[in-house]
């Protein structure tokens, strides 16, 4: 390292590094407060970003409008026009508009990985609408709050609802199911226990399954463009399978709306889930493998505080792993794009940022399953992906290398994070555009 540091290898591991600013922490918790503040901040951006229940009613608008019959009324205002939806890539734009980041990119590392683990992808049409506020509503308020908070905002989200088919299941034996030839989809249910909760290997079967499909049905989101709630999730009492509900050998009584919510609650203490949460935050923190005595710690954490994710965060933080070189994990693009934002000091336009995103094989929130981006390293270690990469870092170094001084940067504050081999290259680079592409594709920016 260019000059010794403790803290090198966590900030690089947790967060963006150095890169993005911030005050050298004294000791590993003082990450926790600034992370948190960071992470549940609401989004600043020049753009419009509207809630789920606008961008819905922004949609049937739309729909509705090309129902109509070709005639247009010229003279209308514009504002008479729906608006076009808020894409994916200027969600990510307006996150990397905030490139100065006081806790290293902590922050914000923390609301990838709870967005990654409550997946929903932008690849069905009412999803698209809505993957957007689903990360502004249902996870950055809830990452510092209780696990139970944050399972039920994401599990009754119309994006959530939508992407796991949620809002077309109906109860058999309910008054709208005895009508139609319509009945459960067991998408959401099944992938709450397995992935969500209580993990693949949390001990449920297949009748927990259905009864948690059967818990699930009557919630779904109101699309009557002619009521006040419209884009809103409800409780259809007429779709609701009636009738109590066994999961993991606890009978759960008919009460409506809050069956789901006694239901959820089951999940978010069953030791389980604490197990599972524990196990998948270390493997988006630390590495491809987890320690047992690490994934202990991190269990205890969940149980002893009832779930609270600001413990389990605190916790994490307190791990000698976290802090411990060497950085083997490749970073997926999205965090690259979040670094290169931090030494440019400039953000491209959202459908630049869409482009490169896509060309790295990390398409905005369009994870291709349920189970999210992979963790595992190998992963992103494909020769196209190694390509990719080059060529955006190249395409960077053309546009941004005269505004970026590569030497300042390794005799300033972040230089701590560059090898003595780093730096070296740094300087011997012919151009600043070459430095700027060297700086990028150096392991110190693309591992972690």
């Known amino acids: 390292m260019a000059a010794g540091n403790d803290f090198s290898a966590g900030l ?88 100065q980041r006081p806790d290293f990119g902590f922050g914000e590392r923390l609301v990838l990985h709870w967005a990654n683990y409550f997946t929903v992808a932008a690849v069905k049409g009412k999803v698209g609408w809505t993957v957007g506020p689903f990360m502004r509503e249902a996870i950055r308020p809830n990452v510092a709050g209780r696990f139970e908070q944050l ?56 009748a927990d399954v259905i009864s948690m499909a059967g818990i699930l049905t009557g919630w779904g989101v109101n699309l009557n463009l002619d009521s006040p709630d419209c ?75 009832q779930g609270d994710l600001r413990a389990l965060t605190a916790t994490m933080l307190s791990l000698d792993t976290m802090w411990t070189p060497p950085l083997g994990k490749l970073r997926p693009p999205i965090e690259l794009l979040h670094i290169a934002a931090g030494i440019v000091g400039a953000v491209p336009q959202p459908m630049e940022v869409g482009r490169a995103l896509t060309a790295m094989g990390q398409p905005s929130l369009q994870a291709p399953s349920p189970k999210g981006w992979p963790e595992a390293d190998n992963s992103w270690l494909l020769s196209d992906g190694i390509k990719s990469r080059l060529d955006w870092a190249a395409d960077l170094g053309r546009r941004f290398g005269d505004r970026v001084d590569t030497g300042a940067i390794a005799k300033g504050a972040a230089g701590w994070q560059l090898t003595d081999e780093t730096a070296t290259t740094l300087r011997r680079a012919a151009t600043p555009q070459q430095a700027l592409a060297l700086l990028l594709m150096c392991p110190e920016v693309q591992r972690r």
């Open 231 to 305: 884009g809103t999730v409800v409780f259809d009492a007429r779709k609701h399978q009636p009738g109590s509900k066994m999961l993991l050998g606890q009978r759960l009584p008919d009460e409506g709306p809050d069956q789901l919510r006694r239901a959820l609650a089951l999940l978010a203490a069953h030791p389980s889930t604490a197990r599972n949460v524990s196990r998948r935050m270390l493997l988006a923190f630390a590495g491809d493998s987890v320690r047992p005595d690490d994934l202990a710690l991190m269990t205890r954490s969940f149980e002893q505080s």
């Open 151 to 206: 399972l039920t905002a994401a599990t009754l989200h119309p994006a959530m609802l939508f992407y796991l088919d949620n809002a077309g299941s109906i109860g058999p034996q309910s008054i709208v199911g005895r009508k139609k030839s319509r009945g459960l989809n067991e998408n959401l249910a099944r992938e709450l226990l397995e992935l969500h909760t209580l993990g693949a290997d949390g001990g449920y079967d297949q």
């Open 12 to 99: 690089s591991r947790l967060g963006f590094g150095a890169w993005s600013g911030g005050d050298m922490p004294a000791a590993r918790s003082d990450l926790l407060a600034p992370g948190l503040k960071a992470a549940t901040a609401p989004i600043s951006s020049k753009r419009t970003l509207p809630p789920s229940d606008q961008a819905l009613r922004d949609m049937l608008s739309a729909r509705k409008e090309r129902r109509r019959d070709n005639r247009q009324d010229d003279d209308a205002p514009a504002d008479a026009k729906p608006a076009l939806r808020t894409s994916p890539t200027v969600e990510l734009w307006a996150t990397l508009s905030a490139s």
